[in-house]
């Protein structure tokens, strides 16, 4: 799951647009390179460093704009949302990171 419509559909139960999930998702550089392989299609939040590996790339692609704090609550956050979802796929939390980062 990388394409903008896949994601669009993937996030359409949540409260945010098309319009901005695909303001987020023009963000991340080369998606399909970040889901290149099996295991790098998910995320996990169960442990710190698997958190930090989200801030970090997120960090990348925002351009090291935001401190790392913001972007690790962000992460946090997007992790409860997802809470109950076992396999979280990575560009849709990716993109509600984003959205939870730029104005």
Known sequence: MHTLEEVQEYLNKLSISNDRIKECYDLISNPVLRVNTEDEKWVACEQDHEKNTVVDAIDKILDEKYDASDIL???????????????????PFYVLVIDKLIP
């Open 73 to 91: 609550d962000a992460v946090t956050s997007t992790c409860n949302q997802f809470a109950k979802i076992t396999h979280k796929h990575r560009i």
